[in-house]
């Protein structure tokens, strides 16, 4: 009799649904760590690709403030870095693609100058650091041009260094006239 | 001879104390915890020793590092701290990319006087995430949780969300995780006693925590 009256108050508890609240912790960490690898890879192709390629890298935030996101916006933002990172590798691939044509462009110069007249290409083009390019034009000037005397010239180092320009710090009182 | 004499004497700061993580919160980014430092200090202008500093570690970084940030350890485990709660760390940047950031764009560290220099030489230095507090206007060990309903932010009118991630005290939320600090607990002219807060997060080793707060305390303590 004691178990009978007390069925009613045990059916009216809400028990926790065994194993729901905790599988969907573990996903939210499994996300977590997704992002996190996600996060490191796209970093490495963001320095790999600093000064080369413009790399796609940048995701909006969630929430104007921080918190603890549930499953469904976790996977947005791992989906969203997923894109970035195949967006960041095909503008890699694109961008090495055309510095390979270019490397081919520059020793087809190389090899016959006069077909390509004017052709400039510099050394950012190839991929490479520093200053400089390869220029196919003709030896001395008009003359040269006439007598179809082709060849290519390699441009060497940088400019000499100026003097740094001082950054703007839009001081409002300097701005006034007024000495600080 | 008062406590802690004998310490500062010798170049040692106190160590860490360590506060603690709301358990449903830490369950969620295990790793996550705070812990600070408490130094009698005042605010004021830095001595030349600490902006001789600055402008060492402005002449050691560089632009190419600014853009390797990302990829080494420490950095790259607050930026994924960002991106889990939500927040965008190219726009709300993480306190070492904001300062290696701004060394690009002013050309070196500017001193913004004591303890923000401490601070900034601690961050830039080891990466990890540091703030400051009045050490004698937050009441007990601090904390991480997330907001209950009508909590704010003192001095701040608008209600915090609920759930929203803040460094509290025993009473109330003493500032936003990585956001402002509410009125009256951060560093002011009246400030005596400094706390100097690290936040950690997955992937940040303790060994890196405790030397920021070192360093940044035994240069508050030398000023």
Known sequence: ?180 | MPAGAADRRMGWVPAPQQGWVAPHIASEFPGLGIAWVEVDAKPGRSPEPVRRRLRDLSDRTYGSQAIRLRERPIPWAYRVFFRQIGLDPDRTRTPVEQLTLDRLHDGGFRSHGLPTDALNVAIVETGVALRAFDADAFEGRLCIRDTAPGESLAGQTAELAKGTLAIADEARPVAMLFGPAAEGLGVGKGTRRIAIAAVQVKGVPQIAVEEALWMAASTLEAA
Do not use: Y
């Open chain 1, 1 to 180: 009799m004691t178990t009978l009256s007390g069925m009613p108050r045990l059916l009216d508890q809400t028990l926790p649904r065994p194993g729901v609240a905790v599988d969907e912790r573990e996903a939210r960490l499994q996300l977590r760590r997704q992002i996190a690898r996600l996060e490191a890879e796209l970093g490495a192709l963001f320095g790999e690709a600093f000064g080369h390629a413009e790399v796609p890298h940048r995701i909006d935030s969630i929430a104007a403030a921080p918190r603890v996101l549930d499953l469904g916006e976790l996977e947005v933002i791992r989906d969203r870095l997923a894109d970035r990172v195949a967006e960041a590798r095909a503008a890699l691939v694109e961008r090495k693609r055309v510095e390979d044509e270019n490397r081919e462009l520059v020793e087809r110069m190389l090899a016959a100058p006069q077909d390509f007249k004017w052709v400039r290409v510099s050394r950012q083009d190839l991929g490479l650091h520093g200053c400089g390019h390869w220029h196919s034009r003709p030896r001395l000037g008009p003359i040269g041009m006439l007598m179809g005397w082709w060849r290519v010239k390699v441009s060497s180092g940088c400019p000499l260094a100026g003097r740094l320009e001082a950054v703007d710090r839009k001081d409002p009182a300097r701005q006034a006239g007024h000495r600080t």
